[in-house]
């Protein structure tokens, strides 16, 4: 028996915006998850932890050598901004830290929302695997006439460096096109698990987290001035 319990993590959240957000994002969103209730208690409801950011800096330190790393503090403001923004959170400020709350952790980490997709995709696979037994030959036939008759393939087709530059231009962002072409080339132009479909898509999921992450480290630089102001008063 394994110790600690488990979540449940869905596949769908590969297609999320939480998937293109800063890694420090994603590894909070996780450790948020990790350390919530997973049944009620007398202080905190199932779905629910109380934390600091002091408590996530030191739990999810690591070590380059023996030199111990951690993130800052506006690494924590961040993530929980984009989370709350996202209704991925709510939070709640107290005495004695924070209380986060998961949104939809119900949803989310209840098994049996899992069990009907199991069975369908059991039945699912087994009539396509029957289909394909039977399908099969026709299908390699009916391929071998498009190819014939020379009709191109449907499919995605990687941008080339100018026609992201044009697009970029187009829209007059800052989206760095030859940062964008190697992300994905090392990625072989997938999206999570998923071949990517559209790169203008990509394009513009960039431009939307570049403009979200300058305004996030803005509010952050104008708050910590404040501060600062207030501190010398």
């Known amino acids: 028996m394994i110790k600690g319990g488990y979540i449940l993590q869905p596949r769908q959240v590969d297609e999320s915006d939480i998937f293109n957000s800063p890694p420090h994002v994603r590894e909070i969103w996780l450790y948020l998850i990790r350390m919530a209730n997973h049944k009620d208690n007398f202080k905190l409801k199932r779905g629910q932890l109380l934390t600091s950011y002091s408590k996530i800096i030191n739990d999810l330190s690591w070590y380059v050598g023996y030199r111990k790393e951690s993130y800052k503090k506006h690494h924590c403001e961040i993530a929980m901004k984009q989370l709350t923004k996202r209704h991925m959170i709510t939070t709640a400020k107290t005495t004695r830290g924070i209380i986060v709350t998961i949104c939809k952790y119900e949803l ?126």
Do not use: H
């Open 108 to 233: 989310y980490q209840n098994p049996k929302n899992y069990e009907t997709d199991s069975e369908n995709d059991n039945e699912t696979t087994m009539k396509l695997q029957s289909n394909d037994t039977i399908n099969k030959n026709d299908k390699n036939d009916k391929n071998d006439k498009k190819n014939k008759e020379g009709k191109p393939k449907k499919g995605f087709t990687p941008p080339s460096i100018d026609e992201v530059k044009k697009y970029c231009q187009e829209r007059k962002n800052k989206v760095d096109p030859d940062r964008f072409i190697n992300f994905y080339e090392s990625k072989g132009w997938m999206v999570g698990k998923n071949k990517m479909k559209s790169w203008q898509a990509a394009v513009r999921n960039w431009e939307n987290r570049d403009s979200d992450n300058k305004k996030d480290d803005k509010e952050i630089i104008k708050q910590a001035f404040k501060n600062q102001t207030y501190n010398r008063v």
